[in-house]
């Protein structure tokens, strides 16, 4: 089964192709001129994907050395994220299936990451989470954590309130001149300093929950964190902070990471769950993949985080979502594949 995957929800112009449920081909644009407004401009995001969807589909399957009448399935990102980024993937994609009259399956972009644990790429140490499993997906719009089910359905039962995890540390990172995106930059910074420098809020984390009708205590916020450094930096002369930079970022990444930890761990206590997987472009931090795989080995739980190159925006990922949902039967023939659209092409003019 040979799949064409498309990912455009945001500044990531990407395209993938799975052959048999293996990665073969897994291409990514990233879009720098970002870093001049300090975050992302849509209507910029949109135009870049436009200059770029052909090419980069045209590599992906150059790539994985076939052709693209040879696919059975096209895949893309429906939703949610920009909407102006996600409709360019998204008609390209349905463009492309109703000419090839191919299978189109459209993929939900926060399931994707859930289930981008199950990227396969060849590694010999390549093996899948048992169902259930706790999935906590952590990127720069999001911060949920849900328990998912072997027909890929999946309960969230814990979110962010307010800002997501990668937001906090964008946010921050710029108030702290590191640019946009930020989040790289302090991992390497908060690896030469002390965590331990400055204590930043760790918010909701006093009542964590002793029953399974108190889910409101997995939930996540992070604004009152951003203002808490705000309003420490204010404090402090330009001197200091320069001084301190990297011990600044190492304290403001701990209070990220010992929120996040806690609250999944908590959660896979209280549902009994005792396998964990955590994606998103936030999953990538040296400093909370390693918490979690010192935490998880030392109570005996099974812990799968993809590839830093699977974890940020990626079309591998919508690859195989809609790989899993093939082989269960869970999409819909569209009309593209009907005979009416098939002798409309027959037709000779």
């Known amino acids: 089964m040979k799949i064409l995957g498309l990912e ?6 990407s395209a993938a192709v799975l052959i048999g449920g293996k990665v073969v081909s897994n291409l990514i644009s990233s879009q720098a001129l970002h ?3 300090g975050g992302v401009v849509p209507e910029l995001a949109s135009r870049e994907h436009e200059r770029l969807i052909v090419p980069i ?7 994985a050395n076939i052709q693209k009448s040879e696919l059975d399935f096209i895949a893309a990102t429906a939703g949610p994220g920009l909407i102006g980024a996600v409709m360019v993937g998204l008609n390209f994609a349905q463009a492309l299936a109703f ?17 981008s644990t199950f990227i396969d790429d ?37 979110h962010t309130i307010d800002d997501a995890a990668g937001e906090a540390f964008d946010k921050t990172g710029k108030m702290l001149g590191l640019g946009y995106p930020a989040g790289a930059a302090m991992d390497k910074l908060a690896q030469q300093g002390d965590p331990h420098f400055h204590r930043f809020p760790r918010a909701m984390m006093t009542k964590l929950p002793s029953n399974k009708s108190q889910l409101e205590n997995f939930h996540f916020s992070f604004s009152g964190l951003k203002t808490s450094v705000q309003t420490f930096l204010r404090s402090k002369s330009t001197e200091f902070l320069q001084t301190h930079l990297a011990d600044i970022c190492a304290s403001i990444q701990a209070a990220i990471v010992d929120v996040l930890v ?15 997987s955590i994606a998103g472009g936030v999953s990538a931090n040296s ?20 590839k830093p190159i699977f974890s940020t925006d990626n079309a591998a990922m919508i690859a195989m979502l809609a790989h899993l949902k093939v082989l269960r039967g869970q999409y819909e023939p569209n009309r593209y594949n009907t005979r009416a659209f ?7 003019d």
Request: aromatic share 10%; glycine share 6%; charged share 20%.
């Open 8 to 13: 455009t929800s945001c500044d990531e112009t």
């Open 35 to 37: 870093q001049l407004f």
């Open 57 to 63: 589909t045209q590599q992906a399957l150059e790539a």
């Open 99 to 115: 000419a090839l009259r191919k299978p189109f399956v459209p993929i939900n972009h926060i399931e994707a990451h859930i289930f």
């Open 122 to 158: 060849g590694t010999p140490d390549f093996s899948p989470p048992h169902f259930p499993f706790l999935s906590l997906i952590v990127s720069g719009g999001h911060t949920l954590l849900a328990i998912v089910q072997e027909d890929l359905s999946y309960e969230v039962v814990g």
């Open 262 to 276: 806690e609250k999944t761990l908590a959660a896979a206590e209280t549902f009994g769950i005792r396998t964990l």
């Open 287 to 306: 400093a909370l993949r390693a918490k979690f795989k010192a935490e998880c080995a030392q109570r005996g739980l099974s812990l799968h985080i993809p």
């Open 342 to 348: 098939a002798s409309f092409f027959d037709r000779p």
